[in-house]
């Protein structure tokens, strides 16, 4: 056998190889979902491997139907060696396309998705007489000849409103600069083009569209809202409202002037991209790495010690209201934060319509984990701490413009499968495009290994433009650096060789060596570890039983003897968690560890804060910049933002914590 002959061999052979284990995964996979639908609905099981394993919604689709289409076909399509675009072309089709097609494959005939086409066709036609198969055949030449027409009118069309777009960005630029006559000349200009480019546009997509207050609700779909806001546009336009005898959005309310810049707004109907003119009025260009001045408006549930918070505050978000139950963590909010809006109160019991008129930008939570974490018993929606769903009500009655949760991996837990699958079928029947995305407080800096899960979900076309922040792996940390200097405070002599073998001892991520050890998760009580994570801690040098009144002293060392392990303070369980030094907690030990250890790391929430800003605001930000650790304290801004007046959401809104709880400083 020659060379080439000998290749081509081998080469068929392992191809055919590589085919057949590609269908026999597929198989498998399929086994495992059918195994799955015994305890879940099909509509659970879908949601169930979008969000935990990461399918897409086509696939999961495909692979819950499969039992019921393709159940006893297995060998059949393992002797094809059929790949995943036929079985889902099979599984999509009709029963006699499917009997037909599989039939054929068991004679040995090769079957591709056009074959299973091709079938469904021929079945088809063989019901109707001669004449009705003629007659189809023309309609769909005559819809093939419309459809060519209309996207011939589309593409003039678009290329018409670029035109004008760029017409109308000049003058808006030019227009102050110009004397009156030249002003008035160039404003016809635009109008006239207005004029005559409104009947075009209509033709194509028709002269009724619901007024602006609509479009710009929750009724209307996203087309709906962007051709009909392109409309009302080009009619302010063509009857001269625009410049200085009608500025240029729509819609003059807080948040409209956001939505319904009119330029903005024809870009709907055209491909051109957005040109910098426009932008220019609002704010700067290109990559920034300092924040623009306007603020956000978000809404916090179960905002804990504040984590959340103080990294949307950072993020350029101003908050509203934060709804907290506990009276410490309250307490812990309103010392830190005089103004913003605490109300301390059972979210189960909060109306969150109020809010729907005010156009909220964020809705966010860190909703309990305990009933999905490895301290809880896993008891999922029978947990009486469960508030997923009070989470999807309030974005319901809310609408805000984005949300995002907070919680644990767990909560992907097979045994949690149905009731995830419902909090994501509810939020998404309020009109939401949802991503389920992780993130792990070591990528920005925190000497802490704290991986969570986070929902994040935007209205209309804003999901589209949303990125994950980037990670950071080169900003790693170790527990020496971080809190070394709060270990050597009170004069342990061995403080230093703590901090260096903390600094020097390796750890493996991944297959790679890395250098410098990292806390585990901190979590939100003060003793009892499991032995596991007892030993776990004990190899990074840390007791983790209990929690220290204050940083070891040499005769608390020496008493201990060999073998002494320290303890984290609150104050360095605070910082570890990446609470600046100066943020302050109130109530007792227990208490505060709870705190400290079920808040959301102020970086992460700032990280992903960020990334929700950029979507919203359809702007490009230089995370390295905003984000890098040192720029400010902990990397978050401390500072006060006005509150501006917003209707009550509890009756106790605003009840002081003083007398009623004992406040204690976390100084270590």
């Known amino acids: 056998m020659d060379a080439k002959a000998e290749a081509l061999a081998k080469a068929k052979k392992a191809i055919v190889s590589l085919q057949r284990q590609m269908t026999e995964r ?13 305890h879940l609905t ?60 599989l039939w054929k494959m068991r004679l040995g005939a090769r079957i591709e998705t056009g074959d299973i086409a091709a079938i469904k066709k021929r079945l088809r036609d063989a019901k109707l007489a001669p004449e009705q198969v003629l007659a189809r055949s023309s309609m769909r030449k005559l819809v093939a000849a419309a459809r060519k027409r209309v996207s011939e ?28 006559e030249k002003e008035s000349v160039a404003y016809e200009n635009v109008r006239e083009e207005a004029r005559n480019l409104l009947p075009i546009f209509e033709s194509v997509f028709g002269s009724s569209h619901d007024p602006v207050p609509v479009l710009l609700g929750r009724s209307a779909s996203p087309e709906e809202r962007r051709i009909g806001l392109a409309h009302h546009s080009l009619r302010k336009f063509a009857e001269g409202r625009f410049g200085r005898r009608g500025g240029y959005v729509l819609d003059g309310t807080r948040a ?15 491909s051109a991209r957005k040109s910098n003119l426009i932008r220019s ?79 909220i930008d964020l809705l966010v939570g860190g909703l309990p984990c305990q009933p999905y974490s490895e301290d809880g018993k896993g008891l999922g929606k029978d947990d009486s701490r469960d508030l997923l769903m009070e989470g999807a009500r309030a974005v319901a009655e809310m609408k805000p413009w984005a949300f995002m949760f907070e919680n644990v991996s767990g909560l992907l837990h097979a045994k949690h499968a149905a009731h995830f699958g419902r909090f994501l079928t509810s939020l998404r029947k309020s009109g939401f495009v949802l991503d389920v995305v992780r993130m792990n407080s070591e990528d920005y800096g925190l000497a802490q290994e704290r991986e969570r899960l986070l929902i994040v979900g935007m209205r209309g076309e804003a999901m589209h433009a949303f990125r994950m922040p980037p990670i950071f792996p080169e900003w790693r940390t170790n527990l020496g650096d971080a809190i070394g200097d709060l270990m050597a405070a009170n004069g342990w002599s061995g403080a230093q060789e703590w901090i260096r073998a903390r600094q020097e001892q390796t750890v493996e991520k991944d297959g790679i060596l890395l250098k410098g050890v990292l806390a585990s998760t901190i979590v939100g009580r003060k003793g009892g570890a499991r032995e596991k994570e007892r030993l776990r801690w004990a190899s990074k040098g840390l007791s983790i039983d209990g ?13 201990a003897g060999e073998g002494f392990l320290p303890s984290l303070t609150l104050r360095m369980r605070a910082r570890l968690q990446g609470f600046p030094d100066g943020w302050q907690f109130v109530g007792g030990k227990d ?19 960020l990334a929700i800003y950029a979507a919203l605001e359809e702007i490009d930000l230089d995370f390295a910049a905003l984000l890098k650790p040192g720029s400010t304290e902990s990397g978050i801004v401390l500072h006060r933002l006005a509150v501006d007046p917003i209707p009550s959401l509890a009756p106790d809104l605003g009840r002081s914590a003083d007398g009623l709880i004992e406040r204690e400083r976390c100084d270590g």
């Open 42 to 101: 099909p509509r659970e099981a879908k949601h169930f491997l979008q969000a935990a394993c990461g399918l897409s919604a086509s696939d999961a689709s495909v692979y819950t139907r499969f039992p019921r289409a393709l159940r006893g076909s297995e060998e059949t399509l393992r002797s094809a060696r059929t790949q995943f675009p036929v079985i889902k072309a099979l599984v999509s089709a009709d029963a006699k396309t499917r009997e037909e097609a």
């Open 153 to 180: 009118s589309v593409a003039s069309l678009d290329t018409s409103v670029a035109s004008f777009i760029r017409l109308a960005e000049g003058f808006r630029s030019e227009a102050r600069s110009l004397d009156g």
């Open 547 to 559: 929690v220290a009144d204050a940083a070891p002293t040499q005769a608390e060392v020496d008493a």
């Open 256 to 270: 409209g002037i956001r939505q319904t810049d009119a330029i903005h707004c024809l870009h709907a109907a055209t």
């Open 591 to 609: 208490s505060i560890a709870r705190q400290i250890g079920n808040a959301v790391p102020p970086v992460v929430a700032k990280a992903m804060g």
């Open 26 to 38: 597929a198989l498998k996979v399929a086994a495992e979902v059918e195994a799955l639908v015994e």
């Open 281 to 359: 009025w609002t704010e700067p260009r290109g990559r920034l790495s300092e924040l623009p001045e306007r603020r956000l408006r978000v809404v916090e549930l179960c905002a804990g010690a504040g984590g959340m918070a103080l990294g949307l505050e950072a993020a350029g978000f101003r908050p509203v209201a934060v709804v907290e139950i506990d009276r410490n963590a309250a307490a812990t909010l309103r010392i830190n934060r005089p103004g913003w809006n605490v109300i301390e109160e059972d979210l189960r019991r909060i109306d969150f319509k109020p809010y729907r008129q005010q156009r």
